[in-house]
């Protein structure tokens, strides 16, 4: 355990070192030059201070043997030349000193400008670490969404495929109903054909022994009033007139009931009500006066074609039958619905 201790300290410290390494190489690489051209005047300015100091000294010499009179002549004007010299040499040695303290003070001024700016750039770093940090979250959060939306989306692809498969054997399924319906309507067709040709022979048979019967009855009424009366222009005692009817020639009114098919009507017993059932599901109640014609109500309910109307004794009630397989009951009065028969 301390051995792990111990290398784990070892390993926080050498990767302080490194990272300590490392910002001193990114961070001083730009400014070496300024560093070493700094070191360079500094140096040449202790140099020159220690070369002042032997001049001042040397001076100071000079004038002190030049006072005591110990030298002569030709060696005080040497002295004064070189004097001169030095003193000139020592001028132009404090201007360049000048010169150089300028340079560093601008160089001081632009390393503290470089700092500000490192240290701006470093704040701007770690902004931008932080923003980093923010979206790699940001990315692992939408990563692991993606990874769910998929997994969704590749279940409902199974759900689909698997509703697919039912509704194809669910269309197979109403293929053959709707075939074994029409083959059974197909059927149904037939054995109703049959039957309406059996029932319109039938009728036939009955209206040819009716017509017969019929035929026979008047001949033995003739006969029997040929025997009983010779006046061919007179009535037979005990039998009822005989009143003339006729068939109409002409349509006295004529007008759009219904939207489609009139399928019955039915005149009221009470009054000029005249009643109308169609295929648009409703039965009309008309008022037939004086040629003209104003529809006063209109009787609904029925989910198919109407196809027979009736009016009771009174002319209150309008009953009907609907081709839904159920029969309905209206009042006159009032269009509504009271009953329904199915």
């Not at 199974?158 to 669910?170: I, K, M, N, R, T």
């Not at 109409?248 to 005249?274: C, Q, Y």
Request: charged share 30%.
């Amino acid at each position: 355990m301390a051995v792990y201790e111990a290398g784990e300290n070892s390993s926080w410290r050498l990767n302080i070192i490194t990272q300590l390494r490392d910002r001193n190489k990114t961070q001083t690489h730009c400014y070496l030059d300024l560093i070493s051209l700094h070191n360079r005047l500094f140096d040449n300015a202790n140099t020159l201070r220690g070369e002042n100091l032997q001049l001042s000294i040397a001076n100071e010499k000079l004038r002190t043997e030049a006072a005591s009179g110990v030298t002569g002549t030709g060696n005080n004007a040497a002295l004064e030349a070189k004097l001169l010299a030095q003193a000139d040499e020592l001028t132009m040695l404090h201007r360049r000193r000048g010169e150089h303290t300028q340079q560093i003070v601008d160089l001081n001024n632009k390393l503290q400008e470089a700092m500000k700016e490192l240290q701006l750039k470093e704040s701007s770093l770690a902004d931008k670490v932080d923003i980093n940090n923010v979206l790699r979250a940001e990315l692992t959060r939408y990563a692991a969404r993606e990874k769910e939306l998929e997994n969704i989306n590749q279940m409902l692809k199974d759900e689909h495929q698997a509703l697919q498969l039912a509704f194809a054997s669910l269309e197979e399924k109403l293929r053959k109903a709707q075939e074994e319906n029409r083959q059974l309507v197909d059927r149904l067709i037939k054995y109703k054909s049959k039957d309406a040709e059996k029932m319109n022979e039938e009728n036939d048979n009955f209206l040819k022994k009716r017509q017969a019967k019929m035929q026979k009855e008047l001949e033995d009424a003739a006969r029997d009033t040929r025997t009983a009366s010779p006046d061919r222009g007179g009535t037979l005692e005990g039998t009822a007139p005989v009143i003339p009817s006729s068939l109409p020639t002409k349509i006295a009114m004529k007008f759009n009931a219904h939207e489609g098919e009139v399928n019955a009507v039915r005149w009221s017993p009470t009054d000029r009500i005249l009643a109308t059932g169609g295929a648009d599901r409703k039965v009309k109640l008309w008022d037939i006066a004086k040629g003209s014609y104003e529809c006063k109500g209109m009787l609904m309910g029925s989910n198919a074609g109407v196809m027979s109307v009736d009016f009771d004794s009174g002319g209150n009630y309008v009953l009907g039958a609907s081709n839904d397989f159920a029969s309905r009951v209206w009042t006159v009065a009032d269009l509504r619905l009271r009953e329904v028969m199915g």
